[in-house]
């Protein structure tokens, strides 16, 4: 399943459409049950006090596919991601069955359920201004007489360019949401809706058969120009308006998406179409399994996500002989793996690659409200001096994070920046600093990350950080290798420290900054120590530097940096470790490798000054 995850839910809205008492009730007591405040909408009413912006707020249609499109109207200017119940009969868009709600609903609270964000079209001209998740349409005005003509003329551009003049009656122009509406019955092609942002030009009862549809880019600007009046419709008529002779009005991709959550318990999209229209290619009730992933076959794990943390071995499981402290991987000038990192066997690679496909989900997920509040920071709170701040992003991206990460692993430990720790030290912990980089993130600069580190007994042996500014993913499973957004990253051989480019993190009195700046090429101080050691890891930067860190800063950058084949020691040049046990802080010099010595050596020059001035 595509998309990113739905993590958090405080209150749920409801549109009911009419006989819908029983799929309420089952709503009204699973919400009671878990403290979930609803309220509840009839269709066709506008939604006014029960929704407050501050909330994680989930909307709910209970109806058909027309119900579904009224939420739509509802819910996506907000924002709010939407479920749809079916209680209709032939419904592409409401997918969740009423006897299922209660379980899929379950999937949404605990961090499993997805949204797909859906590419919608917008309309706009002197008599209208709406939005249409399906299709709007521009067609002819019924004739008083049957007999009369039903043919109109319009004429098309596309970013100026002339299309031509289509004659029949009308156009279509379709969402991938709608290509299995109006559209399809015109003969234009079902697109399959997920990441999908394209729109689609249908013409409706051509009589020019070469005419085809034509299929168009979400920030293409398509203008029709009527040649006689014309009834205009959005989503099936949920907006109409008549259209005079001449009048031209623009067609292109709304900005705002629709949020639509998907479970484990729709249909899936291809069997929908398959049973809906009756397709003859597909043996709907004997279908071949799906393929499952090789993850998915070594967990065990069926279509309706069960737990995985059976798969994951618990602290009995563990190796005790590992220590609990963090071991160095690749100590000064090697990229030899210590007896302490766990073998990454095939058992292993398996868990720990799923363990990286949760983490990345939970960033992504994360990653949704930090762009939103980017730069909109109206609260800061202070903890232990000016520097060191708190937002309210930093508390909803640890919230999403840990509520995916506690449903999948419930038995694993979780040490977070922002809340109280739960160290397993003998078994399986998460490492989280859910915004690394505050300080920018408030001051709008868009250097900031979301960090998540796997420990296993201690050592990190997998690492997510994702750049929700840019949507680069970088991430690493010990020993295997490193990624950006999928592709292998590694280190430079650079071994000239004239010719480096150093990063410094914190760097208090300004002793790596002033004792490298003239040896370098240049000397950069970014703001998010994570993102620090994965510019390391991808080689656009040679070496960076931490005067002290907290576990949570560093280690998902760590095994990262690490797997692209970095070193990284303290600043004397041993082992670096961290405790998750205590507040110490770490000292963290990361290199390429052949730089190492150099930068030791002048750093201990640096180091030596600084205690001799004092
Ligand atoms: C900070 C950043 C910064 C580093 C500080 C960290 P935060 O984390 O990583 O680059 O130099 O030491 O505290 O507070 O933004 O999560
Ligand atoms: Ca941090
Ligand atoms: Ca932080």
């Given at each position: 399943?595509?998309?990113?995850?739905?993590?958090?839910?405080?209150?749920?809205?409801?549109?009911?459409?009419?006989?819908?008492?029983?799929?309420?009730?089952?709503?009204?007591?699973?919400?009671?049950?878990?403290?979930?405040?609803?309220?509840?909408?009839?269709?066709?009413?506008?939604?006014?006090?029960?929704?407050?912006?501050?909330?994680?707020?989930?909307?709910?249609?209970?109806?058909?596919?027309?119900?579904?499109?009224?939420?739509?109207?509802?819910?996506?200017?907000?924002?709010?991601?939407?479920?749809?119940?079916?209680?209709?009969?032939?419904?592409?868009?409401?997918?969740?069955?009423?006897?299922?709600?209660?379980?899929?609903?379950?999937?949404?609270?605990?961090?499993?359920?997805?949204?797909?964000?859906?590419?919608?079209?917008?309309?706009?001209?002197?008599?209208?201004?709406?939005?249409?998740?399906?299709?709007?349409?521009?067609?002819?005005?019924?004739?008083?007489?049957?007999?009369?003509?039903?043919?109109?003329?319009?004429?098309?551009?596309?970013?100026?360019?002339?299309?031509?003049?289509?004659?029949?009656?009308?156009?279509?122009?379709?969402?991938?949401?709608?290509?299995?509406?109006?559209?399809?019955?015109?003969?234009?092609?079902?697109?399959?809706?997920?990441?999908?942002?394209?729109?689609?030009?249908?013409?409706?009862?051509?009589?020019?058969?070469?005419?085809?549809?034509?299929?168009?880019?979400?920030?293409?600007?398509?203008?029709?120009?009527?040649?006689?009046?014309?009834?205009?419709?959005?989503?099936?008529?949920?907006?109409?308006?008549?259209?005079?002779?001449?009048?031209?009005?623009?067609?292109?991709?709304?900005?705002?998406?629709?949020?639509?959550?998907?479970?484990?318990?729709?249909?899936?999209?291809?069997?929908?179409?398959?049973?809906?229209?009756?397709?003859?290619?597909?043996?709907?009730?004997?279908?071949?399994?799906?393929?499952?992933?090789e993850t998915?076959?070594?967990?065990?794990?069926?279509?309706?996500?069960?737990?995985?943390?059976?798969?994951?071995?618990?602290?009995?499981?563990?190796?005790?002989?590992?220590?609990?402290?963090?071991?160095?991987a690749g100590?000064?000038?090697?990229r030899?793996a210590?007896?302490?990192v766990p073998s990454t066997g095939r058992d292993d690679r398996t868990t720990l690659e799923y363990a990286r496909t949760?983490?990345?989900?939970?960033?992504?997920?994360?990653?949704?409200?930090?762009?939103?509040?980017?730069?909109?920071?109206?609260?800061?709170?202070?903890?232990?001096?000016?520097?060191?701040?708190?937002?309210?992003?930093?508390?909803?991206?640890?919230?999403?994070?840990?509520?995916?990460?506690?449903?999948?692993?419930?038995?694993?430990?979780?040490?977070?920046?922002?809340?109280?720790?739960?160290?397993?030290?003998?078994?399986?912990?998460?490492?989280?600093?859910?915004?690394?980089?505050?300080?920018?993130?408030?001051?709008?600069?868009?250097?900031?990350?979301?960090?998540?580190?796997l420990?296993d007994?201690?050592t990190p042996v997998m690492g997510v950080?994702?750049?929700?500014?840019?949507?680069?993913?970088f991430s690493a499973i010990a020993e295997v290798g490193a990624r950006?957004?999928g592709d292998p990253i590694e280190?430079?051989?650079?071994?000239?420290?004239?010719?480096?480019?150093?990063?410094?993190?914190?760097?208090?009195?300004?002793?790596?900054?002033?004792?490298?700046?003239?040896?370098?090429?240049?000397?950069?101080?970014?703001?998010?120590?994570?993102?620090?050691?994965?510019?390391?890891a991808?080689?656009?930067?040679?070496?960076?530097?931490?005067?002290?860190?907290?576990?949570?800063?560093?280690?998902?950058?760590?095994v990262i940096a690490r797997a692209a084949g970095?070193?990284?020691?303290?600043?004397?040049?041993?082992?670096?470790?961290?405790?998750?046990?205590?507040?110490?802080?770490?000292?963290?010099?990361?290199?390429?490798?052949?730089?190492?010595?150099?930068?030791?050596?002048?750093?201990?020059?640096?180091?030596?000054?600084?205690?001799?001035?004092?």
């Amino acid at each position: 399943m595509q998309g990113r995850r739905l993590a958090t839910t405080d209150e749920i809205i409801a549109i009911v459409s009419p006989n819908s008492d029983d799929v309420v009730a089952g709503l009204e007591s699973w919400t009671t049950e878990r403290d979930i405040t609803l309220s509840t909408v009839d269709v066709g009413d506008e939604i006014g006090e029960q929704y407050d912006p501050n909330r994680a707020t989930l909307g709910i249609t209970i109806g058909g596919d027309g119900t579904f499109l009224e939420g739509i109207k509802t819910f996506a200017p907000r924002n709010v991601p939407q479920l749809g119940v079916n209680t209709g009969t032939l419904s592409f868009l409401a997918r969740v069955e009423p006897e299922d709600l209660n379980a899929a609903l379950d999937e949404v609270v605990r961090g499993r359920a997805k949204v797909d964000s859906r590419q919608q079209v917008a309309v706009t001209g002197s008599s209208v201004d709406a939005t249409g998740i399906n299709d709007v349409t521009v067609e002819h005005v019924p004739p008083e007489n049957p007999v009369d003509s039903k043919v109109t003329q319009l004429d098309v551009y596309a970013d100026d360019e002339y299309v031509g003049e289509f004659e029949g009656t009308g156009l279509a122009v379709s969402t991938p949401t709608g290509s299995t509406g109006i559209s399809l019955s015109a003969n234009g092609p079902i697109h399959y809706p997920v990441d999908n942002h394209t729109l689609q030009l249908v013409p409706l009862h051509t009589h020019q058969l070469g005419v085809r549809p034509i299929v168009v880019s979400p920030s293409t600007e398509l203008r029709i120009v009527t040649r006689g009046p014309a009834t205009l419709l959005v989503d099936g008529g949920r907006t109409h308006t008549r259209l005079e002779t001449g009048e031209s009005v623009l067609l292109t991709g709304a900005d705002r998406l629709a949020h639509v959550v998907r479970t484990s318990y729709d249909d899936h999209f291809f069997t929908a179409i398959a049973k809906k229209l009756g397709w003859g290619i597909r043996a709907v009730d004997d279908q071949p399994p799906t393929p499952r992933s090789e993850t998915e076959r070594a967990l065990g794990s069926g279509s309706h996500a069960g737990t995985i943390s059976s798969a994951i071995p618990t602290a009995t499981d563990a190796d005790p002989a590992k220590s609990s402290s963090v071991a160095d991987a690749g100590e000064t000038g090697s990229r030899s793996a210590s007896p302490a990192v766990p073998s990454t066997g095939r058992d292993d690679r398996t868990t720990l690659e799923y363990a990286r496909t949760v983490a990345t989900e939970a960033a992504e997920a994360a990653g949704e409200p930090l762009r939103e509040l980017h730069g909109q920071v109206d609260s800061i709170t202070v903890k232990s001096d000016k520097s060191d701040i708190v937002t309210e992003a930093d508390h909803q991206a640890n919230r999403i994070i840990t509520t995916v990460i506690d449903n999948e692993f419930p038995e694993h430990g979780i040490v977070s920046e922002e809340q109280p720790r739960r160290n397993r030290a003998d078994g399986y912990t998460w490492v989280i600093d859910p915004l690394d980089g505050t300080g920018n993130f408030a001051h709008g600069n868009p250097n900031y990350s979301v960090s998540i580190a796997l420990l296993d007994c201690g050592t990190p042996v997998m690492g997510v950080v994702y750049v929700p500014e840019t949507d680069e993913l970088f991430s690493a499973i010990a020993e295997v290798g490193a990624r950006r957004d999928g592709d292998p990253i590694e280190t430079t051989d650079r071994d000239r420290l004239d010719e480096s480019m150093l990063i410094s993190g914190y760097d208090p009195d300004g002793t790596f900054l002033s004792h490298f700046y003239q040896e370098s090429r240049g000397v950069r101080r970014l703001g998010s120590a994570a993102l620090n050691l994965c510019y390391l890891a991808s080689g656009s930067a040679d070496a960076t530097w931490e005067h002290d860190t907290h576990p949570w800063d560093i280690a998902a950058g760590l095994v990262i940096a690490r797997a692209a084949g970095a070193t990284i020691t303290d600043e004397r040049g041993e082992p670096f470790t961290f405790e998750l046990e205590t507040d110490d802080r770490t000292a963290l010099l990361g290199s390429n490798g052949p730089l190492h010595p150099a930068l030791l050596g002048h750093l201990k020059t640096g180091l030596s000054d600084r205690g001799a001035d004092r």
